[in-house]
C-alpha cells in the first residue's frame, strides 16, 4: 500500500545526478538541484517521512551541463560523466535499518533505499544546496569502501539580476573584487 499524498506530488525545478566515468578518482555519484527543485523535494521527504506506508517516488533527472559539472570541478568541468534517466527515492519504513543508505544501478534509474536517520540527512543536505553549501556525501555506515557514496554541490552562482520598474530585469555585470 501506498501513501496518497506522496503520490499526489508533483516534481518543481531541476534535478542533477551523474557518475564520472573515471571512477579511480571519484567513484562516487554526484548530485545537484536548483532551488525550485531542493523545495520541492523536501516537501517530498517530510510527506515521506510523515506518511504511514513505505513509500516511494521517481524523480525526473536533467543531465548536467558543463556548468553544472564546474561544482565539483574535477577534469575542470569537462571530465567525461555518465546520466541516469531518474532516481528513485524509496523508503521502505519500519523494514530497513534507520541509518540504512542503499544505491544500486537498474539499468538507467538510479535507485536509493534509505531509512529515517538518512533520509532525514538527505533532506537536509537538499535544504542546504540553495544556501551555496556543498562538497559533502551521504554514504552507508558500513566500514565497506565499495559502498558509493552520494556527493552533494552547490549549484553555480547565478547572475545578479537588478530589477527594472515593473516589466522585468536586466543582467547587472559582476564588480571585480580588489
Not at 506522496?6 to 542533477?16: F, I, K, N
Not at 567513484?27 to 545537484?32: A, E, I, Q
Not at 541516469?84 to 539499468?107: A, G, H, R, T
Not at 556527493?151 to 571585480?176: A, E, I, N, S
Amino acid at each position: 500500500m501506498s501513501d496518497a499524498a506522496v503520490a499526489r506530488w508533483r516534481q518543481q525545478g531541476h534535478l542533477y545526478v551523474w557518475r564520472y566515468k573515471d571512477r579511480r578518482k571519484y567513484p562516487d555519484w554526484h548530485l545537484t538541484a536548483d532551488a525550485l527543485c531542493c523545495r520541492s523535494l523536501a516537501d517530498l521527504i517530510q510527506t515521506m517521512l510523515c506518511a504511514r506506508y513505505s513509500s516511494h517516488c521517481r524523480l525526473k533527472v536533467t543531465p548536467p551541463t558543463s556548468e553544472i559539472l564546474s561544482g565539483p570541478n574535477f577534469g575542470g568541468g569537462q571530465a567525461i560523466w555518465r546520466p541516469v534517466s531518474s532516481l528513485v527515492l524509496n523508503y521502505p519504513k519500519n523494514s530497513v535499518p534507520e541509518d540504512c543508505f542503499l544505491i544500486e544501478m537498474d539499468k538507467d534509474d538510479l535507485k536509493l533505499s534509505v531509512g529515517q536517520l538518512k533520509l532525514q540527512a538527505f533532506r537536509e543536505a537538499i535544504l542546504a544546496l540553495p544556501w551555496g553549501d556543498g562538497d559533502y556525501a551521504i554514504g552507508s555506515n558500513d566500514d565497506d569502501d565499495t559502498s558509493p557514496s552520494l556527493w552533494f554541490w552547490w549549484m553555480p552562482r547565478p547572475p545578479r539580476y537588478v530589477p527594472v520598474h515593473k516589466r522585468g530585469y536586466y543582467l547587472q555585470p559582476r564588480k571585480k573584487l580588489r
